[in-house]
């Protein structure tokens, strides 16, 4: 079964958001169904990366082509945005995806993934639903600094909490058990760029401890709430989001409506075979 770690949201090996992906495909496994989740899981601890995405062959061509789940080394998540993109990087790279958009069936409805003659891959994503929310009691103790706003972003269940300044986001160093204690998947941290020129508008970190992700390098289901969030301060429908990690990498962001398009570029780091089979 092959299996590939392929750094998304990125253009070098060793950075962007290094995502597993195991293509369910071929003679080990010749049925167009799930494995057992157990062997998800095991799959997903065994790679202890922030997420794992599993690719099966569709059983409704007409909706989607592909079936797509995403686990970190805890639990199994509604939404991810470069575990996508890497799962559509694979198939790409393996001859499975012909040219043109690659349709996945997810918790998160139907996705499509847009190969662009740019080398980047679009995703069509459903943007977050933020609501205003009170600052949570003991949040800013947690990130160890000021917090200006909070948003909530419904089922995708993460936190916004806007700060100062870029110098604050990437100077933060929180207690991430008292991250845990907050009521929220994952809590992302914003602010405005202080130097538009170096080629992104915002600004991010995300932790997500109580999913196993301490610190998750680029995320792009937090981008589907930072383009609405950012695009209503900044006036525009399009941006370009920098999650300040160790590792870095950029998100292109549109809004549409209701979708938001993120755009990236990934790279395949290693590609092998799974000897554990279902």
């Given at each position: 079964m092959r299996i590939s770690i392929i750094d998304a949201f990125t253009d070098r090996p060793f950075a962007g958001n290094p995502a597993a992906v195991c293509l369910l495909t071929g003679?080990?496994?010749?049925?167009?169904?799930?494995?057992?989740e157990r062997w998800l899981r095991q799959v997903?601890?065994?790679?202890?990366?922030?997420?794992?995405?599993?690719?099966?062959?569709s059983t409704d061509r007409d909706e989607a082509d592909w079936a797509l789940r995403w686990f970190t080394p805890m639990t199994e998540v509604p939404l991810c945005g470069h575990g996508t993109l890497a799962a559509a990087h694979a198939l790409r790279?393996?001859?499975?995806?012909?040219?043109?958009?690659?349709?996945?069936?997810?918790?998160?409805?139907?996705?499509?993934?847009?190969?662009?003659?740019?080398?980047?891959?679009?995703?069509?994503?459903p943007a977050a639903r933020l609501a205003a929310a009170e600052i949570p009691d003991g949040l800013e103790e947690a990130l160890g600094t000021t917090v200006l706003s909070c948003r909530t972003t419904g089922p995708l269940d993460i936190l916004v909490a806007e700060v100062r300044s870029e110098h604050a986001v990437r100077g933060l160093a929180p207690?991430?058990?008292?991250?845990?204690?907050?009521?929220?998947?994952g809590i992302v941290v914003t602010?405005?760029?202080?130097?538009?020129?170096?080629?992104?508008?915002?600004?991010?970190?995300?932790?997500?401890?109580?999913?196993?992700?301490?610190?998750d390098p680029v995320?792009?289901?937090?981008?589907?709430?930072?383009?609405?969030?950012?695009?209503?301060?900044?006036?525009?429908?399009?941006?370009?989001?920098?999650?300040?990690?160790?590792?870095?990498?950029?998100?292109?962001c549109e809004l549409r409506g209701d979708r938001v398009l993120l755009s990236g570029r990934a790279v395949t780091v290693l590609t092998g075979t799974l000897h554990s089979t279902p």
């Open positions: 003679e080990q496994w010749p049925r167009e169904q799930w494995p057992q997903a601890r065994e790679m202890n990366l922030s997420e794992t995405a599993f690719v099966l062959p790279a393996h001859g499975l995806a012909p040219e043109g958009p690659i349709r996945f069936s997810s918790l998160s409805g139907v996705l499509t993934a847009t190969p662009r003659a740019d080398s980047m891959i679009s995703l069509d994503f207690d991430l058990a008292a991250v845990t204690r907050q009521r929220a998947r602010a405005r760029a202080e130097d538009p020129s170096e080629g992104y508008q915002v600004v991010s970190r995300y932790f997500a401890p109580a999913a196993g992700v301490a610190e995320t792009g289901s937090a981008h589907t709430a930072l383009a609405p969030f950012w695009a209503e301060r900044l006036g525009r429908t399009e941006l370009t989001g920098y999650q300040a990690s160790a590792r870095g990498g950029l998100v292109h």
